[in-house]
C-alpha cells in the first residue's frame, strides 16, 4: 500500500511594481486567479502523471494553467519556471518538493 500523496499548493505571488498602473487594483483577484488556475493544473498533472520526465511535466503543467486562464490572462502569464519546475519536480518525485534554491534569490 503506498502512501497518501502530500497536497501541492503552489501559490503565485506578483510583485505589484511590474503591474502597468492601470491594472495595479486588480493585483489581489488577479493573484487569486493565477494560483487557482496553477493548482488545477497541478491536481490535473498529477493525476495524470504516468513517468514523464521532469521537463515534459512542467511543460504540461504551464499549458494546463494557461488553458484554465481567460486566454487575455494566459497570453500575458509569464511564470517563474523555476519555481514550476519545483512543482514538476514534486510531482515526478510523489509530492516531495525539492528545497528552493539557495542563491540567495528567496522564493518567487
Do not use: I
Given at each position: ?52 520526465p ?9 499549458d ?27 510531482i ?17
Open positions: 500500500m503506498s502512501e497518501p500523496q502530500v497536497p501541492l499548493q503552489p501559490q503565485v505571488k506578483l510583485d505589484p511594481v511590474s503591474l502597468p498602473t492601470a491594472t495595479r487594483h486588480l493585483h489581489d483577484p488577479l493573484e487569486q486567479q493565477l494560483t487557482s488556475a496553477v493548482r488545477l493544473a497541478t491536481n490535473l498533472v498529477r493525476a495524470d502523471y504516468a513517468g514523464e521532469v521537463e515534459q511535466v512542467c511543460r504540461r503543467l504551464l494546463e494553467t494557461r488553458s484554465a486562464l481567460h486566454p487575455d490572462v494566459a497570453a500575458g502569464f509569464q511564470p517563474d519556471m523555476d519555481e514550476l519546475g519545483r512543482v514538476a519536480e514534486a515526478v518525485h510523489d509530492g516531495q518538493l525539492p528545497p528552493p534554491p539557495t542563491d540567495g534569490r528567496g522564493p518567487a
